[in-house]
Nanobody
Framework: QVQLVESGGGLVQPGGSLRLSCAAS????????MGWYHQAPGKQRELVAL???????NYADSVKGRFTISRVNAKNTVYLQMNSLKPEDTGVYYC????????WGQGTQVTVSS
């Protein structure tokens, strides 16, 4: 079993920055993908960014140039640096890990508002 624990959400003004972290624990061995998804109020969960064990990344068009995903394999931890935040970035951010099956964190709230 794998557990994901997110941190780093909060309230920020438009144009501001936040850094999300997600630590994975449990029986994880070898190659796996981690990432972040975003669920805005009243909308479906959508991909934000993914990163493989080898460091290959994939971003949603809406966040390219503003968000950066990174990971530290030795710590089973993934980060999401979010810059130039917009009100439409508001919502719950879920950590994601793919290892034999999909795993999800409990989510962390990000609110971008003046």
């Amino acid at each position: 079993q794998v557990q994901l624990v997110e941190s780093g959400g909060g309230l920020v003004q438009p144009g501001g920055s936040l850094r999300l972290s997600c630590a994975a624990s449990g029986s994880i061995f070898g190659i796996y993908t981690m990432g972040w998804y975003h669920q805005a109020p009243g909308k479906q969960r959508e991909l934000v960014a993914l990163i493989t064990s080898g460091g290959n990344t994939n971003y949603a068009d809406s966040v390219k140039g503003r968000f950066t995903i990174s990971r530290v394999n030795a710590k089973n931890t993934v980060y999401l640096q979010m810059n130039s935040l917009k009100p439409e970035d508001t919502g719950v951010y879920y950590c994601y890990l793919s290892y034999l099956r999909d795993y999800w964190g409990q989510g962390t709230q990000v609110t971008v508002s003046s």
